[in-house]
């Protein structure tokens, strides 16, 4: 049975307090020196992505519901979950190349997963002092400092003749995109780290984020939350969602976020 709007709106206050605690937890270990450890992938693990991941994982066990969380601190229990269930997916801090740089580009991610596709997802950017909220029938909003919930929706497909603004991985090698860029036309890019990429497109800030490089569920669950809830699709480059039935491999295909909701390519230009 899928969650009631007004339970995924109570969540949501909740989930934000959570992914706010696992912010200033992360503020304390970047407020001093850290030392960075290699994982066997070779990617960057510091305290922070560890005080996040301790943070949250009591935060959401300490709710009602018994719901199962998947975090890329703790990926051992992916494979054991039900694919038409119930989950929390969890990417504690989402940028740790960018932590590490003291860029701000950052996030925690945690996203309710329900039958194969996130319906609530919340992005706390804690250095920027920004979040990103929605939930399935509540809507998407940004939330600036200590300020009220301003709802955000994408730009809509730019005019013909226009430049596109595409999003493009700040620290992370992309594979070759000019074939892909080919089919927008003129376009400028738009450097960014974490799921503050995908947000970009459902604030309307930027109009498209192609990803043809490797990402996990929880790089893409929370932020497609907030873009499908701003007006947005995040589609696979066949057209389909992002699926997020059968967690135990954790991969993403290849996708493309577009702030608008037809077909990703401008092919009516
Ligand atoms: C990385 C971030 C980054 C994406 C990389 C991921 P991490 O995750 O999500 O934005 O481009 O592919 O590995 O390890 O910093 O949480
Ligand atoms: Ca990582
Ligand atoms: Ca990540
Ligand atoms: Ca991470």
């Given amino acids: 049975m899928s969650l009631a709007t007004s339970s995924l709106a109570q969540l949501l206050s909740d989930i934000e307090r959570i992914a706010r605690d696992a912010g200033e937890a992360i503020m304390a270990v970047y407020a001093r020196d850290f030392t960075v450890e290699e994982k066997a992938d070779k990617s960057p693990l510091t305290e ?64 309710l997963i329900e039958n194969g596709r996130p319906v609530l997802g919340v992005v706390v950017a804690p250095a920027l002092d920004v979040a990103y909220l929605a939930a399935e029938g509540v809507g998407a909003f940004k939330v600036e400092g200590s300020g009220e919930r301003q709802p955000i929706h994408v730009g809509g497909k730019p005019r013909a003749g226009a430049s596109y603004r595409v999003v493009g991985s700040r620290s992370h090698p992309s594979p070759d995109l000019s074939d892909w860029l080919k089919t927008l036309g003129s376009h400028d890019m738009v450097p960014m780290g974490s799921s503050l990429k995908l947000c970009l497109v459902a604030e309307g800030a930027a109009d498209v984020y192609p990803r043809l490089g490797p990402t996990c ?44 909701n037809d077909h990703h390519r401008p092919s009516t230009r």
């Fill in 48 to 111: 922070a992505d560890k005080a996040a991941h301790d943070v949250i994982v009591s935060g959401l066990e300490a709710l009602p519901g018994n719901i199962p969380v998947l975090s890329e601190e703790n990926t051992e229990g992916f494979a054991g979950v039900d694919a038409d269930g119930r989950y929390w997916l969890v990417d504690p801090l989402d940028g740790t190349k960018e932590f590490i740089k003291r860029n701000g580009e950052f996030t925690v991610n945690i996203a």
């Fill in 217 to 260: 569920l929880w790089d893409t669950g929370a932020a497609q939350a907030v873009v499908e809830q701003a007006g947005g699709r995040v589609e696979t480059l066949e057209g389909q969602p992002l699926s997020y039935a059968n967690p135990s491999d954790y991969l993403n295909p290849h996708f493309v976020v577009a702030g608008w």
